[in-house]
């Protein structure tokens, strides 16, 4: 069954060339050229994926996905002004699953998606569960809970997070968790796994002093320990 993509761009000749590209490479899309009814769709369970522009009339891309994600996980790729940095780190701040600047590749475009879609929705790719100091992952239903509680996490926060799972206390590298969490190689100057991380810290504490800690490892990337072993 072909994967269904919500595009939510005001650029009317963006989306149709965005649309036509995808449903050659198989996918299923629906355009949107304003942030109310993105908004109002993409809070549905009819898609798959969500690529949204940050710059759109009547609601913009950040206020479109605060509402998505108050009832929706689905994976959102979200499209920003070349050279915004500021952008992309509110955006992945929010819970966006990854950033594509404008203007971009087709291909590459297609490439991340399926990059967030395979990791959102391939029960393949994470067959274990997991458990550390009172943190819990069930791959089968993509479910996570710290201490008895549902921790509602995005795609690619959980996918980040059940990396660190596997190799508990270890150092686990940022080209690692790139590769294996987002699907892409490490890219210099991308801050998007340090936003990832910052929002499953801020996470993390909202359970308990005894919740598992992400530390960084200066130069090389991130460990999952228990709240005792920190310093």
Aim: a negative charge.
């Amino acid at each position: 069954m072909s994967q269904h993509i919500l595009i939510i761009d005001d650029d009317t000749e963006l989306c149709e060339m965005v649309s036509d590209y995808l449903t050659l490479e198989g996918f299923v899309t629906t355009s949107v050229h304003d942030g109310e009814q993105g908004a109002e769709l993409g809070g549905s369970d009819n898609f798959d994926a969500i690529v949204l522009d940050v710059m759109l009339p009547k609601l913009n891309g950040f206020d479109v996905l605060r509402r998505i994600r108050t009832s929706s996980r689905l994976p959102v790729l979200m499209l920003t002004a070349r050279g915004e940095e500021v952008d992309r780190i509110v955006g992945l701040e929010m819970g966006a699953d990854d950033y594509l600047p404008k203007p971009f590749n087709p291909r590459e475009l297609t490439a991340r998606l399926r990059a967030i879609l395979r990791r959102s929705g391939d029960p393949e790719n994470h067959q274990k569960e997991q458990e550390f100091s009172g943190l819990s992952m069930l791959p089968s239903a993509r479910r996570t809970t710290l201490n008895g509680s549902v921790l509602e996490l995005t795609s690619s926060e959980y996918n980040i997070l059940y990396t660190l799972m596997c190799r508990p206390g270890e150092v686990v590298s940022k080209e690692l968790i790139s590769s294996d969490a987002l699907g892409k190689p490490l890219a210099r100057y991308d801050r998007s796994i340090d936003m990832h991380i910052s929002h499953l810290r801020r996470k993390l504490a909202d359970g308990n002093p005894s919740s598992p800690v992400i530390e960084t490892v200066r130069g090389i990337g991130y460990q999952l320990i228990s709240s005792d072993e920190v310093n």
